[in-house]
């Protein structure tokens, strides 16, 4: 099995609600990431989670609120969004942080937000 | 950041041709992988090569790695219609971020596959 499951696929929110998106692996990956994706770019590093231990913030703004409740899931929570924060979130997992292909990442199909 | 170049930003061709896409990166590298995105959906895992490899093969795809250059190419030869993707590179930096999982992707070539 090597999915990356990811739900809601689909998310329309408004400014002032709270919402979280879920991402799950039965890989045994240790290691899990968010990215956000907005249309025609790359993927941008939000998150990095190694061992259930936060790793990485990329200077993410507090209202996006990751948590790792145990080692196949990972959630991300969203409070008070901005429409500029509309885009596509991608989570991943790999078996580790560092070593030839431990850290070839799986991704999930993402969740489509829009915030209005 | 996005350290990688990626040209052309856009290649259109027609089924059975080769497609080749270009990255260009600014660091010291453990490896290069490369992932194909179709549209609004994940990233798919393709390929990695090793900073002391020259060439990788896998079915239809051909990687090549330049460190001196830093810069990588794909080639995806016969190509078919459902090859129509974005195609990203992505780098792990050797120093610094070498060992934080963080992969650093490239712009992105999107290439359409015309039956």
């Known amino acids: 099995d090597t999915e990356v499951t990811q739900t809601p696929k689909h998310l329309v929110m408004g400014m002032t609600n709270k919402k979280s998106l879920k991402c799950e692996q039965h890989?045994?990956?240790?290691?899990m990431y968010w990215y956000k994706q907005k249309a025609k770019k790359p993927p941008e590093l939000m998150f990095v989670y190694s061992y259930e231990k936060l790793s990485i913030n990329e200077s993410v703004p507090s209202r996006f609120s990751p948590e790792c409740p145990n080692s196949s899931l990972l959630n991300l929570h969203l409070h008070a969004l901005q429409p500029e924060d509309s885009a596509l979130y991608l989570c991943a997992s790999s078996q580790g942080l560092a070593g030839i292909a431990k850290n070839i990442q799986y991704f999930g199909a993402g969740t489509r937000l829009s915030v209005l | 950041s996005q350290q990688g170049e990626e040209d052309p930003q856009a290649l259109s061709i027609q089924e059975g041709e080769n497609a080749t896409m270009n990255c260009s990166y600014k660091t010291s590298i453990n490896n290069l992988q490369w992932y194909r995105q179709n549209s609004g959906r994940g990233l798919v895992h393709l390929i990695l090569?090793?900073?002391?490899?020259r060439e990788k093969h896998s079915g239809r795809l051909r990687v090549t790695l330049d460190t001196s250059k830093k810069s990588s190419s794909l080639l995806i030869t016969a190509s078919r219609a459902a090859d129509t993707a974005s195609y990203f590179c992505?780098?792990?930096?050797?120093?610094?971020?070498?060992?934080?999982?963080?992969?650093?992707f490239g712009q992105g070539t999107t290439l359409q596959v015309k039956p």
């Open positions: 992505a780098t792990d930096s050797l120093y610094g971020s070498g060992n934080t999982g963080k992969l650093i």
């Open positions: 890989m045994g990956h240790r290691a």
């Open positions: 090569i090793r900073s002391n490899e």
